[in-house]
């Protein structure tokens, strides 16, 4: 089914979106029994980075993460989400890095990285966090170029004080962090862990849509 929506539009690179309903019911608290789900897709031409956020980093501000405890499930329920992008953008920032227990979670919209002594250190998947694609392709095309990567808790010291802070999300890719609450991040300006990234993430594009491009081609030959 998703082949066949990417099919029928023309854009090169697309973002599909899937969402997932137990169904249709009288509303009611407990998980309605025989309900057929409701399955919606939608796809859209892929938004282009800003070259200006990839050249310069963004700025963020920090909040306590005061979301539920079962963050890693992908819902329709963000009110907590929503609001601390809201409160990003009242306080002239691009994103909201939240924190709970003094320690990282992960942004409003985004996974959060940070650069310490040329090491990738990120949080571990958790029910704290959402698991993202670019998290995982972030890190694994670090480990594919001998960059040393660590998977553990982040103190908001470490956040703070790290040579390079990175966001990361389908939609952004890769960003680099400059500023945390009005702060420089290392030297205020973009880090040479992050520019090397975005070139590696290019080169990794530029392959998957190679493969990808080849397998249209040939579905419409079959069809």
Not at 94 to 115: A, H, K, P, Q
Not at 177 to 183: E, L, V
């Amino acid at each position: 089914m998703t082949a066949r929506m990417i099919d029928m539009h023309p854009w090169p690179r697309q973002l599909v979106y899937v969402q997932v309903t137990r169904g249709v019911a009288k509303r009611d608290h407990p998980f309605p029994a025989g309900v057929k789900p409701t399955v919606f897709m939608n796809t859209s031409p892929w938004p282009a980075v800003p070259a200006e956020q990839i050249e310069n980093g963004v700025p963020v501000v920090t909040h306590a993460d005061e979301r539920w405890l079962h963050c890693d499930i992908k819902s329709t329920s963000l009110l907590g989400n929503v609001l601390m992008k809201q409160y990003a953008i009242d306080n002239g920032a691009s994103e909201t890095v939240m924190l709970r227990d003094g320690f990282l979670t992960e942004g409003s919209s985004t996974n959060t990285m940070i650069v310490a002594g040329g090491t990738l250190i990120a949080p571990r998947k958790s029910v704290q966090i959402l698991p993202g694609i670019t998290y995982d392709a972030a890190i694994d095309i670090a480990r594919s170029h001998a960059v040393a990567v660590e998977l553990r808790p982040v103190p908001e010291a470490e956040l703070r004080a790290a040579d390079e802070v990175w966001l990361s999300s389908s939609g952004r890719e890769v960003i680099a962090i400059t500023s945390i609450d009005g702060r420089p991040v290392g030297s205020g300006s973009t880090g040479p862990l992050y520019r090397q990234m975005i070139e590696w993430f290019r080169q990794a594009k530029r392959a998957d849509a190679a493969h990808w491009q080849a397998e249209r081609r040939a579905r419409k030959l079959a069809a």
